[in-house]
């Protein structure tokens, strides 16, 4: 492979080997990673994905293409890894993660009004991230914790029985 | 994986109360499939590791619990199984009724409809669409296709057996796919959602192929006829020497070629095709095919009759014939046509034309091979079968990229590899076989002798040669040894540019690895030395006893698709057809007898011959047929001058092409779509070619154009159909007597093949070679004509891509194929580059001796520095402007892999 290339929806630059000349300095934490873990092969791709994502807070498109032109992994079983496990991102993160439960039992007890309200207070869309680097903001499923509904988790913390304004009072206390 | 290498082993299986007799270790869905018991089954292909994705092939197995997946259970004695109980026939009711939930079921404008699993299990398992509701994913949104010309994903037809991505991981083994997601959302993607084109996608459809309903299809095929519309017709592909089997789908209502498709099981392909057979057919229906014959006059071309063309071709023909002699008049016969056209175009030559004067561009490829092997061993051929690949322990290949020029040979070897081969890649470029050898040797072009001589050499020391073969089968060894001493390892080492060690290790994983089989191309022959290249590797196959055997040999991979054919049928200046020597009294009479005449006795020449006569204005008429020689040989400039002092010439072509616009004739062909006959592939085998469609306006089949010449000039020739052509062919040819179309009417058959009782030859030299004794040859080492020097520093080769197929008139007319490569390009190696400061994609100026070009430079490190290496597929970009003439000693083929040149920033 050899053309520089343009994701068909505006997806990232992918890193075609050699002199592309698109690679930021960035790619010494890669370098640092594979050098520890190696020889690297398939059967490593978790923990390689694991630390690739601790490092760069997410998993940048050119370091996946440089990560898989050295190792041999295929970008496409990467990939499929990567859009498995909930765990990996391939766009940038904050540093914090809003989860917003949108769950039945949440649901009816108001979990939208909180999540317009967190959604408004934050400045970010559902799945996104704050162009500060602060929060990225997701919808999950169920929580687990319907007897606390409406729930919002904040990193590790859970926040039950919320109102639009106790959310936002939560979340001012992130940086 | 699922290759089991058992054989004649079987079980007894007792399958809905019959006894079925099953392969030890096959599935027991292949089983049931193979005695003629039906079992609905979405995920499963034979070529594939099974993973019971899609349970509908359910089975009771006595004594077990539940319902089993039988593409995932092995034969096992005495198993009794039920196929159509009650209970699996309700649940695969009940699994249909939720994929179809899960499917947008629009059978009415599909363009899979009457040739979808799917709907064939539906209808039969009457499962209800309404059971549940729909949440089918939405159609329309982009996905990794959108910008493809080649296939398109629809989501919401996806029923996630994940064939697809099994096909292209296992077999293709390109990786440019996988299932993203989970739960509901899963889908098919490439990695981080690439456009397929940036992928590693190497465009061969098997992905399509495989997908059970209409979720991947071929995008330029849709909305140009429904699956039960289109009729399908079995014929060979017209590219490589492979000779894929594959189906044109057509509409017959259209008279048009809707897409290409390939059925599991056939033989040499299994189904697979590359992108090239997949893809490449848009040019049968360009509307820049010749449809009308054409005369010069005044320079110009002007429409005409047939009846006039062929009175004019007639009449010069014969004129210049009779009054310059045999030599002024010269024939090129096409490696791209059938067997039965160039059988008819050597005996145009030499009935009519009266003259030996007959060529096909082997001289331009595998002339070396001909020739070098036929001394060697006594026969040219490659010399073990595309099937027997997968069970050779170590491949040897050297100056060979099969998974570009060859790839379905390059799939059996992927084969082999994962059934644990060993590899030995000589190529001074990181081809995908390199990258993945166990050893790879990235030696200097044109030091191939040095290196098999130190080979060689290393080998005897090592005692790791065949004493008792060389004894019994082989002679002049002793001269042959005497020459190795020059060529030690450390020699070797240096001139070839390559670490000492690693020829060591070669020699020695060729010789212990028994089965061991060479591969090779024309990184082989395309030098001055060519048929030395060839006669070593014969040597070394000799030496080592690793020859003659299932597995074993020496395989020159053919580059076209029947230039084993054209050669075969004697389209060449020193024999007859099945290589009867034209100098042989008996064979003479043979042939004077079938023809009536009496055969010429001028020596001949090849194309490299034809075209120096013309320069030197000694060849006045020249036929030629199915060739654009002004782009495919060497020094285009100098041959372009050299043709145009040809009095007059015939050109014989689908297409308008550099040559044919010097001709002063042009008769309208048809191509390999358009008619019947026969090819050779490069494992000797002759296989059907079917006529699909209708030809464009008046364009007639060769055979018929070459009879009707010849009868112009005075040899009466006609035949009903080209199967009268073959039947005479073979009965004046004792290696293919034995075939007639109705033997290869299914599966083609491997000459030699001399009685119409024998099965056909897999693999040559069994227990005695073609010749008698193997015959050593002391092989020297001699460097190319032109060597890199002060001005000229660096070494240019080149040769051809996956992607198009040499002059690349046929394959750029398809989308797909132009959108991946749509221009030259020349590769450098990143140090080279640095120092002259251009980074990857930039342009940069090629100059050698004969003339320069700009083209786009790839920077990495695939070549070896000091190395550049170009395609010679684009026409606005003619790399052959920068090729040298220098030609090999014995078949004057050109020197095409190894020139100096120089590179600068234009
Ligand atoms: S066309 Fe071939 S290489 Fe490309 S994705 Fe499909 S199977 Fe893979
Ligand atoms: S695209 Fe076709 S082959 Fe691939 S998973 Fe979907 S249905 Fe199966
Ligand atoms: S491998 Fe050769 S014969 Fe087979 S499809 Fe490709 S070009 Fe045609
Ligand atoms: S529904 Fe929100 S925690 Fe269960
Ligand atoms: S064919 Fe067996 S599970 Fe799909």
């Not at chain 2, 599966?747 to 030859?761: A, D, F, R, Y």
Request: overall charge negative; glycine content about 8%; hydrophobic content about 35%.
């Amino acid at each position: 492979m050899t053309e520089v290339s343009k994701g068909h929806a505006g997806e990232p630059h992918v890193h075609r080997g050699e002199g592309c000349g698109c690679l930021a300095a960035d790619l010494a934490k890669a370098e640092e990673i594979l050098a520890e873990l190696s020889p690297v092969d398939s059967g490593d791709l978790i923990p390689l994905l694991q630390r690739l994502q601790d490092a760069y807070g997410y998993l940048p498109a050119d370091v996946l293409a440089e990560v898989s032109e050295r190792t041999g992994i295929p970008l496409s079983r990467m990939y499929g890894v990567i859009t498995f496990y909930t765990q990996f991102s391939t766009t940038p993160r904050g540093r914090h993660t809003i989860r917003c439960c949108t769950g039945t039992a949440c649901h009816v007890r108001g979990a939208k009004d909180v999540a317009e309200a967190l959604l408004h207070e934050v400045d970010v869309e559902v799945g996104g991230t704050t162009a500060d680097g602060r929060f990225t903001f997701e919808n999950v499923a169920c929580l687990g914790t319907c007897f606390l509904a409406p729930v919002v988790m904040v990193d590790d913390e859970y926040f039950g029985q919320l109102t639009p304004a106790k959310a936002r009072a939560i979340v001012k206390n992130y940086s | 994986m699922k290759e089991n290498t058992e054989k004649g082993n079987t079980v007894l299986v007792n399958i809905d109360g019959r006894e079925v007799a099953a392969t030890v270790g096959s599935s027991l869905l292949d089983a049931a499939l193979a005695a003629g018991i039906h079992i609905p089954h979405i995920c499963h292909d034979p070529r594939l590791t099974p993973t019971g994705a899609c349970r509908l092939c359910l089975v009771e197995i006595e004594g077990e619990r539940g319902f089993q997946t039988s593409c995932t259970r092995t034969v096992a004695q005495g198993m009794k199984v039920r196929t159509q109980t009650e209970g699996v026939r309700a649940s695969r009711k009940n699994t249909l009724e939720l994929l179809l939930s899960e499917h947008c079921v629009d059978c009415l404008t599909c363009d899979k409809d009457g040739d979808c699993l799917l709907q064939d299990y539906s209808y039969e398992y009457q499962a209800d669409k309404a059971r549940f509701p729909n949440v089918a994913p939405a159609a329309g949104e982009p996905n990794y296709t959108t910008e493809s010309f080649a296939l398109e994903y629809d989501p919401s037809k996806c029923v996630r057996c994940q064939k697809c991505v099994r096909y292209c991981q296992e077999v293709q083994m390109a990786e440019a796919i996988t299932m993203a997601n989970r739960g509901g959302s899963i889908e098919v993607s490439t990695g981080i959602g690439i456009s397929l084109n940036e992928s590693s996608c190497e465009l061969c459809g098997g992905c399509v192929n495989v997908c059970p309903t209409s979720a991947l299809y071929d995008k330029q095929a849709k909305g140009l006829g429904r699956s039960k519309d289109l009729k399908k017709v079995r014929t060979t592909c017209t590219y490589c020497g492979v000779g894929c089997q594959m189906d044109f789908n057509v509409n017959p209502k259209t008279n048009r070629i809707v897409r290409v498709t390939s059925e599991v099981g056939c033989i040499p392909n299994n189904g697979s095709l590359c992108v090239k057979g997949k893809y490449a057919f848009d040019f049968v229906h360009s509307p820049e095919r010749l449809t009308t014959p054409l005369i010069k006059e005044n320079g110009e071309f002007r429409e005409a009759t047939w009846d006039e063309a062929l009175a004019l071709v007639g009449k010069r023909m014969t004129e210049i014939r009779d009054q310059h002699g045999p030599d002024a008049i010269a024939f090129l016969s096409s490696s791209r046509c059938t067997n039965e056209e160039n059988y008819l175009m050597q005996k145009l030559a030499r009935t009519a034309g009266r003259t030996n004067n007959i060529d096909q561009c082997a001289t331009t490829c595998h002339g070396p091979s001909v020739a070098g092997l036929g001394e060697s061993l006594g026969s040219g051929a490659m010399t073990n079968a595309i099937v027997e690949i997968e069970d050779v322990q170590t491949l040897f290949l050297i100056g060979a990229n099969p998974t570009e020029a060859h790839p379905i040979v390059g799939l059996a070897m992927k084969k082999a590899l994962r059934k644990g081969a060993k590899l030995v890649v000589c190529d001074p470029r990181d081809t995908w076989m390199a990258k993945r050898a166990d050893i790879h040797i990235k030696h200097k072009p044109g030091t191939d002798n040095m290196l098999i001589n130190a080979m060689m050499g290393y080998i005897i020391e090592k005692n790791l040669h065949d004493p008792k073969f060389v004894e019994e089968r082989c002679e002049n060894y002793p001269a042959f040894l005497e020459n190795l001493k020059g060529y030690t390892i450390e020699k070797a080492a240096e001139e070839c540019g390559v670490p000492a060690h690693l020829i060591r290790e070669a020699a020695e994983m060729y010789a212990k690895g028994t089965p061991s089989s060479i591969f090779y191309t024309l990184g082989i022959t395309e030098h001055s030395c060519g048929t030395n290249n060839v006669r070593n590797l014969a040597n070394l196959a000799m030496l080592t006893g690793q020859i003659g055997k299932r597995s074993s040999g020496i395989n020159p991979l053919r580059g076209q698709n029947n230039v084993q054919g054209a050669c075969d049928m004697g389209a060449m200046h020193m024999a007859l057809s099945g290589y009867q020597k034209v100098t042989d009294p008996a064979v003479r009479a043979k042939f004077e007898a079938a023809w009536g005449v009496t055969l010429p006795t001028n020596v001949g020449g090849r194309v490299t011959d034809f075209m120096e006569h013309a320069g030197e204005g000694k060849l006045k008429a020249f036929y030629c047929f199915g060739e654009d020689p002004i782009r495919s040989e060497p020094n285009s400039t100098k041959l372009a001058e050299d043709m145009a002092k040809i009095d007059f010439l015939v050109s014989q072509e689908i297409f308008m092409t550099e040559t044919a616009k010097l001709a002063d004739v042009i008769l309208p062909a048809t191509c390999f779509a358009e008619k019947d006959g026969t090819f050779a592939n490069t494992e000797r085998r002759i296989q059907r070619v079917r006529k699909a469609v209708d030809a464009p306006g008046q364009a007639r089949p060769d055979w018929q154009i070459i009879s009707q010449v010849a009868t112009a000039m005075g040899y009466p020739m006609s035949y009903n159909d080209p199967g009268e052509i073959y039947d005479e062919m073979a009965a004046l040819s004792p290696n293919f007597a034995g075939i007639n179309y109705e033997r290869i009417d299914k599966v083609g058959i491997q000459w030699p093949c001399p009685t119409k009782e024998h099965p056909g030859t897999p693999f040559l030299h069994a227990g005695r070679f073609t010749r008698g004794l193997g015959l050593f040859q002391a092989i020297p080492h001699t460097p190319p004509v032109e060597v890199p020097d002060a001005e000229y520093p660096m070494i240019l080769s080149t040769g051809r891509t996956l992607f198009n197929y040499n002059i690349a008139n046929m394959t750029r007319k398809t989308a797909a194929i132009e959108h991946k490569q749509p221009e030259n390009f020349v590769e450098v190696h990143r140090d080279d580059a640095a120092a002259i400061g251009i980074k990857n994609g930039d342009m940069v100026k090629v100059e050698t001796r004969r003339g320069s070009l700009v083209v786009k430079a790839h920077v990495a490190r695939k070549v070896r520095p000091g190395m550049i290496w170009m395609a010679f597929h684009h026409e606005e970009s003619n790399t052959n402007l920068l090729t040298n003439d220098a030609f090999d000693t014995t078949t004057r083929t050109g020197e095409y892999k190894a020139c100096s040149a120089r590179i600068s920033k234009p």
